[in-house]
């Protein structure tokens, strides 16, 4: 009896979302809000690396699609972020980042290929540099030095565009030894948040998928909201 109790809600679940296949997913019934999907890394990081794939997400008539990777102060709240974001108008190369004044955020070139994106704190000057393939894009004073988080991950603004199934990969942390700046392997990742239809789907301990969720992923996700 359990048992087909469990098939009934599946069923009674897949039917009420519109999940017919291991891709599907009911962009078109998902309300209108501000949408995430990231893991992250526990750890002092004085800077993050990752290499993202550029996929063309569909917007579907909705706002953007983006996709970064971060490093975050979580108390006092400080970030900053780098990666790529797909409007109506074509994609950019954006920075997003908060100094304790509130979100910010700066657009620049951006060519159509998988690229390394990468923030780096710089003892020098007091400023957080933003590096794509390793040449600078811009650099500002966000009031932190070191974070104690590395996140990366997908966002979208209205619930009805795509996230491409775009690859977050060699996710990596900056560290400091007296000085001297190297990165090392994220080695594994726990979810920040995950809210359905979306979600990241892992290809290993250091790199993901940003996803609309298959339906393993999403049932799961739809009866812990319930």
Same mark, same amino acid.
């Given at each position: 009896m ?6 009934a809600?599946v069923?009674v679940?897949v039917?009420s979302f519109?999940l017919t296949?291991?891709?599907?997913s009911?962009?078109?019934? +998902?309300?209108k809000?501000? %949408? ?7 750890? +002092?990081?004085? &800077?993050a690396?990752?290499?993202?794939n550029?996929t063309?997400?569909?917007l579907? &008539? ?6 970064r990777?971060?490093?975050i102060q ?6 900053? /972020?780098i990666?790529w974001?797909k409007y109506? +108008?074509?994609?950019q190369t =954006?920075?997003?980042?908060?100094s304790g004044?509130g979100?910010r955020?700066?657009g @620049?070139? =951006? ?6 994106y ?5 003892p020098?000057t007091g400023? %957080?540099?933003f590096? !794509?393939?390793t040449?600078?894009v811009?650099h =500002?004073a966000?009031n =932190?030095?070191? &974070?104690?988080l590395?996140?990366?991950?997908g /966002?979208?603004?209205? &619930? ?5 199934q775009t690859?977050l ?5 900056? !560290?400091?030894?007296g000085?001297n ?7 594994g @990742?726990?979810?920040?948040? /995950? /809210? %359905?239809?979306?979600?990241?789907i892992?290809?290993?301990?250091n790199?993901? %998928?940003d996803?609309e ?5 999403a049932l799961?996700l739809?009866?812990n909201?319930?």
């Amino acid at each position: 009896m359990k048992i087909l109790r469990a098939m009934a809600l599946v069923t009674v679940i897949v039917a009420s979302f519109g999940l017919t296949s291991a891709n599907a997913s009911p962009l078109a019934q +998902t309300p209108k809000k501000l %949408y995430n999907a990231q893991q992250q890394k526990d750890i +002092t990081a004085w &800077g993050a690396l990752a290499t993202i794939n550029w996929t063309d997400p569909t917007l579907n &008539g909705g706002t953007y699609s983006d996709h970064r990777v971060a490093v975050i102060q979580s108390s006092p709240w400080r970030y900053g /972020e780098i990666g790529w974001i797909k409007y109506s +108008t074509g994609p950019q190369t =954006f920075v997003a980042y908060d100094s304790g004044g509130g979100n910010r955020s700066r657009g @620049y070139s =951006f060519t159509p290929a998988t690229h390394d994106y990468a923030l780096q704190y710089d003892p020098s000057t007091g400023e %957080y540099w933003f590096y !794509v393939d390793t040449v600078p894009v811009d650099h =500002f004073a966000l009031n =932190f030095s070191s &974070g104690n988080l590395a996140r990366g991950g997908g /966002e979208v603004w209205d &619930g009805v565009e795509s996230m491409g199934q775009t690859r977050l990969s060699n996710l990596s942390y900056s !560290v400091n030894q007296g000085g001297n700046f190297s990165y090392t392997s994220w080695n594994g @990742y726990v979810p920040y948040i /995950e /809210e %359905y239809p979306y979600c990241n789907i892992p290809i290993d301990s250091n790199s993901f %998928y940003d996803s609309e969720c298959p339906y393993y992923i999403a049932l799961p996700l739809i009866l812990n909201q319930q």
